[in-house]
């Protein structure tokens, strides 16, 4: 039976089964209601347009009869056992025999009359072309205004800022592509957030990318959709941050040392006042707590982006490989033995001042502000060498 809706699907438009130019996939869980319009749509608008293509639906466990009605209105099956949105699309894309292919839900949500112009833009030399609700139309009831007026235009908007992408509707679930370029990707993820990787290492690895309108129509399911607004969302954002060490670790980072530096500065000299608030030696404590995280979140972000690269999971950056021809291990173990020299040589002066004392009673006012420097120095260099040493391990396989 399977053979036979294949032949259903691509004999009118082409011949010859390898020289498709077009694969529609579609994933489904449970779609009966509408699984068989969206194959009936697509196919229409393949042989309207005459391209050369297949329908395929990527069936996450059906139990419905969903994978039934697709073959019956000529699509190809493909069952894949792990569950999830991107398992689902991943599987479906490896299957496809195309070209390019058209990524579109099962849900009579998305117009397939269009995929024309996702292959015309495809023709013209593009890798993704995304489809923009925003830009287009978003019938009535088609999407809750959580996801219309916050869900959408935030996660996009960090997308946007992470990762400087020129997609403005990072969630739209019609989009096309060139087969061979996205999976030249890699991408990993199973779930929902499979659409942000999608985009996200799309322009991280220079692919061409673009935008056309399109159209969002209302959910014609009778159930309640798989998208789960607040678990998903969250997915797409942990996902967002995960990928870009820049804004996860190294700018907390800095902000954090750099903050520290300055109250460090400002306090070590003696108490400060502004107006009625008097600032001393325990604020100078969190600023010797604020230059010891900061350091040791923009040192991740470097190890991050490190072991993604080695990875695969992102480019190489020419400004780390600068970076490494100087900061090498024994520039690394200098700076650290040189920083824990500072750190020893503030408590030798501590102890001095001790010694005046007659090893008694201390003004602890004195007293901290030469040993919190010594600590802050002190630890700095431990952590300088051990990381040093870590980053030589993480940049062997580089080598």
């Known amino acids: 039976m399977g053979s036979i809706a294949e032949t259903a699907v691509v004999s009118p438009i082409a011949e010859n089964r390898d020289g498709l130019e077009l694969s529609v996939v579609m994933p489904c869980l449970n779609e009966a209601a509408t699984v068989g319009i969206c194959v009936k749509k697509a196919i229409a608008a393949l042989e309207q347009h005459g391209i050369r293509g297949e329908v395929i639906i990527a069936d996450n466990g059906s139990t419905d009869g969903s994978q039934e009605l697709a073959r019956e209105m000529g699509a190809r099956v493909v069952n894949v056992e792990r569950r999830g949105y991107g398992s689902a699309l991943q599987s479906g894309i490896a299957a496809?025999?195309?070209?390019?292919?058209?990524?579109?839900?099962?849900?009579?949500?998305?117009?397939?009359?269009?995929?024309?112009?996702?292959?015309?833009?495809?023709?013209?030399?593009?890798?993704?072309?995304?489809g923009n609700r925003f830009q287009g139309k978003i019938m009535p009831g088609a999407m809750p205004p959580l996801h219309r007026y916050l869900g959408n235009p935030v996660l996009t908007g960090l997308g946007r800022l992470f990762f400087k992408s020129p997609v403005s509707d990072f969630h739209c679930g019609l989009r096309a592509f060139r087969k061979e370029a996205i999976e030249g990707l890699g991408l990993r993820t199973m779930g929902m957030e499979f659409a942000s990787e999608m985009i996200v290492k799309a322009t991280a690895f220079g692919l061409r990318v673009t935008e056309i309108p399109t159209t969002l129509s209302a959910d014609r399911r009778d159930r309640a959709p798989h998208l789960r607004t607040w678990r998903d969302g969250w997915r797409h954002l942990r996902f967002l941050l995960l990928y870009s060490p820049r804004w996860l670790f190294l700018y907390p980072g800095i902000a954090l040392f750099t903050l520290g530096v300055l109250l460090n500065a400002f306090l070590l000299p003696g108490p400060r006042r502004i107006g009625n608030v008097v600032f001393d030696i325990h604020t100078l404590l969190f600023g010797a707590m604020a230059i010891l995280l900061g350091f040791q979140s923009a040192i991740f972000a470097t190890f991050t982006k490190v072991f993604a690269i080695s990875e695969g999971l992102l480019p190489e950056d020419p400004r780390l490989t600068r970076m490494f021809r100087y900061a090498t291990l024994e520039v690394g173990l200098i700076v650290g033995f040189l920083l824990i020299l500072a750190g020893a040589g503030a408590w030798v002066l501590g102890l001095e001042y001790w010694r005046t004392q007659q090893f008694g009673a201390l003004d602890s006012e004195k007293t901290l502000r030469i040993v919190i420097p010594g600590m802050v120095c002190f630890t700095l260099g431990f952590q300088v060498i051990l990381s040093s040493f870590f980053l030589s391990v993480l940049g062997m396989s580089r080598r």
């Open 96 to 130: 496809a025999r195309g070209e390019f292919v058209l990524m579109g839900d099962a849900d009579d949500t998305y117009d397939f009359s269009q995929l024309n112009e996702f292959v015309a833009k495809l023709r013209e030399g593009y890798d993704l072309v995304m």
